[in-house]
């Protein structure tokens, strides 16, 4: 294990950000601490250093989005057919769960080195701002806590995902003790917990967060955060200001805007849901909480939430928002990431390597000729009609101005339609089957699905199936139908044993 020098080593590969202000970093990837840290510009920095570390393809701007967890999730056509053939052959091994073949085991490691390395920069910016003066501040006290929340809720964050990734879920009642929650930036690997343990860590960092979050984007600068120029605020024009804010830039400076990119209040208020969520039902009146006051409050009362709106799903290709972008809440940014993917999708003789699985099963009783979903007609293709090779749009490069800056670099994290979902399944819980199915008509209804679910849902069991064909449509290639697998115990897509990844051999995550 490695001595630990004293620099904030940001691990990425540096680049322009087209015109992304609050990612313009520093151009060296070594930067001594006491100068990094001598004013709030530096903390600026170091803080874009982790959310462009996030969008690499190590962490979500591959593996843990359309890449390596998708395929372990299923979504792919793994097998010896016609659309099978030409699947990538790391897709195949984390479909099979073979996690330490030649393909997967180096993923695994990646995974974990840079998880744990975004983890401990940020670690280092915590204790960095506890000797750093508010004086050092652009924005004084008011920078300094939005830096402080930001980071708590980003440790929260990447912490959570370490855990449902190398951890049983909450359901699978495990014992004994997994991986470590770290808040020092050290090189000792820190002591492993229990499951519970480390929920409840997540959970205090979340708490610590929110006030923080809340202070800055509802109450110091609430305008990068709704559309603020307009008369009105709408769901579209505010995603517009919380995506692309360059034509709307106030003195505050860029690393104000560009809230969607960064984990703002909303999507702690929401990442708080998913934690409480997956801890099971004990924590199911917070995650209540936190997901109502995003529903009532947000997306029903202040419209600053809501669904992108059905002419900008079924225009024409280059202008299509096929990542139906207008409900995500927090975002990775990768600003080569739609060219990757295309150059990842396409073999020799125009063949797809990631085809889709399930495609028409899915979307049965939602294809008929009388119903239909603009997830299925807008947002998948198929590349040749005799073999019916599904695909993703999600990922393919747009010219579209609009949707080029908004879509073209960006990874869901965080999506208002898991709240809803979220919402659904308690309500199930509770066996309000009409609350449920209100929750999630919230979602199907944006989405195009003409069918009513009060004709066919009449019990849990029913609703609870629904939930789970409507978060297969709207998490395709994004990563979290593993997590929802392995949270909801489905074995038969993702054994018990299949959804705790081994924990690499080299535990130094420096």
């Not at 998880?115 to 670690?123: F, K, L, M, P, V």
């Not at 809803?420 to 509770?430: R, T």
């Not at 979602?443 to 609870?464: C, F, H, P, Q, Y």
């Amino acid at each position: 294990m490695r001595k630990l020098l004293n620099v904030l080593t940001v691990s990425l590969a540096l680049f322009a950000a087209g015109g992304c202000g609050w990612l313009d970093v520093t151009p060296e990837n070594v930067i001594a601490q006491d100068d990094l840290f001598s004013t709030g510009y530096g903390f600026r920095n170091a803080l874009n250093g982790v959310y462009l570390k996030m969008g690499e393809n190590s962490l979500y701007g591959r593996n843990l989005s359309w890449g390596f967890l998708s395929a372990a999730a299923q979504e792919y056509v793994t097998d010896a057919s016609q659309q099978g053939m030409n699947t990538l052959q790391e897709f195949k091994d984390a479909a099979g769960f073979h996690y330490n073949s030649s393909t997967t085991e180096s993923v695994v490691q990646e995974i974990w080195d840079n998880q744990y390395s975004a983890i401990a920069n940020i670690n280092n910016i915590l204790a960095s701002l506890d000797d750093c003066p508010a004086s050092k501040f652009a924005f004084g006290d008011d920078e300094k806590n939005l830096i402080r929340g930001e980071a708590l809720a980003l440790r929260a964050y990447l912490h959570f995902d370490l855990l449902r990734l190398f951890a049983p879920a909450p359901a699978a009642s495990p014992t004994g003790t997994w991986i470590p929650y770290r808040t020092e930036f050290e090189a000792a690997a820190g002591t492993p917990l229990s499951v519970s343990s480390f929920i409840e860590k997540t959970i205090a960092d979340i708490a610590a967060a929110l006030p923080l979050l809340k202070n800055f984007d509802l109450s110091v600068h609430p305008q990068a955060m709704y559309s603020s120029m307009m008369s009105s605020a709408t769901p579209h024009w505010c995603a517009r200001y919380r995506f692309e804010s360059r034509s709307y830039i106030d003195n505050m400076g860029q690393f104000f805007w560009y809230r969607g990119w960064r984990m703002n209040y909303m999507a702690s208020l929401a990442l708080m849901a998913r934690v409480c969520f997956y801890a099971g039902k004990a924590y199911y009146p917070n995650a209540k909480t936190a997901a109502k006051e995003l529903y009532n409050d947000f997306a029903t009362s202040r419209q600053w939430l809501g669904f992108t709106p059905a002419e900008n799903i079924t225009a024409q290709s280059a202008n299509r928002f096929a990542k139906l972008s207008d409900d995500v809440i927090f975002a990775a940014y990768h600003k080569d990431l739609a060219a990757e993917y295309e150059s990842t999708l396409w073999s020799s003789g125009n063949n797809i390597r990631m085809p889709l699985r399930g495609i028409q099963e899915l979307y049965a009783s939602d294809n008929t000729g009388i119903y239909s979903d603009y997830r299925l007609n807008y947002t998948i293709s198929q590349s040749n009609a005799s073999n019916r090779t599904y695909y993703s749009r999600k990922y393919l490069v747009s010219s579209d101005q609009v949707v080029e800056s908004v879509e073209n670099p960006m990874v869901p994290l965080i999506r208002f339609s898991e709240v809803c979902h979220i919402l659904a399944e308690i309500a199930a819980s509770e066996n309000d089957l009409r609350a449920g199915i209100n929750y999630l008509e919230t979602v199907r209804r944006a989405r195009g699905a003409e069918r009513s679910l009060s004709l066919t849902v009449d019990d849990a069991a029913s609703l609870m199936e629904e939930i789970t064909l409507d978060a297969r449509k709207e998490y395709i290639c994004e990563g979290n139908m593993f997590y929802f697998y392995k949270r909801r115990a489905l074995v038969d897509v993702l054994p018990l044993e299949s959804a705790v990844l081994p924990i690499p051999k080299s535990e130094n995550p420096l």
